[in-house]
Nanobody
């Protein structure tokens, strides 16, 4: 019912920056919380940052002070500004959202393809 498309990943040197975007589409009446997750090789997918519909954000300890999550409710889009990147930030990054559909159901979005972030010199 809800599709998510991530973009903005790439190869960056340690200390560099990237900005990820994720657009939600489908049978959306309202989007509540949105979040960014990442999955490194051999590890489970983990929450990196989340933001409520009113803009309140929280972060994993490993990215506090370096990453900033934001959203544009008019575009059903969430962003992740990543600064001071480290090699341990290398992962596939995914987003997801808690949505009330046009049919009245409360659903989570379908996982997208993700976007690869590689931090390496």
């Amino acid at each position: 019912q809800v599709q998510l498309v991530e973009s903005g990943g790439g190869l960056v040197q340690p200390g560099g920056s990237l900005r990820l975007s994720c657009a939600a589409s489908g049978r959306i009446f309202r989007i509540y919380a949105m979040g960014w997750y990442r999955q490194a090789p051999g590890k489970q997918r983990a929450l990196v940052a989340a933001i409520t519909s009113s803009g309140s954000a929280n972060y994993a300890d490993s990215v506090k002070g370096r990453f900033t999550i934001s959203r544009d409710n008019t575009k059903n889009t969430v962003y992740l500004q990543m600064n001071s990147l480290k090699s341990e930030d290398t992962a596939v990054y995914y987003c997801n959202a808690d949505v009330r559909s046009t049919g009245g159901d409360y659903v989570r979005g379908s996982w997208g393809q993700g976007t690869q972030v590689t931090v390496s010199s």
